[in-house]
């Protein structure tokens, strides 16, 4: 039996096999080695008004309208 090629699976994919596929380390750790190599997720402080709260997440909503939207 050939070992599938992880690095070809999205994530979704991989999560997926690692999933039904519980004994395979070598499918484990290229996951893990996968969801470490992203970038780590923004924080923000406690301090924030709500104010700024709502400015923050419309921010993020407009990057993330930007990055789909055809150039």
């Known amino acids: 039996m ?17 999933l039904e596929h519980r004994d395979d380390q070598e499918a484990f750790y290229a996951l893990a080695d996968r969801l470490t190599a992203k970038p780590p997720s923004a924080t923000y402080p406690a301090s924030m008004t709500p104010e ?7 921010d993020i909503i407009q990057q ?3 990055r789909r939207s055809p150039s």
């Open 2 to 18: 050939t070992k599938p090629n992880f690095d070809a699976m999205s994530e979704t994919e991989l999560r997926t096999y690692v």
């Open 52 to 58: 700024e709260i709502h400015k923050a997440v419309l």
């Open 64 to 66: 993330k309208q930007r």
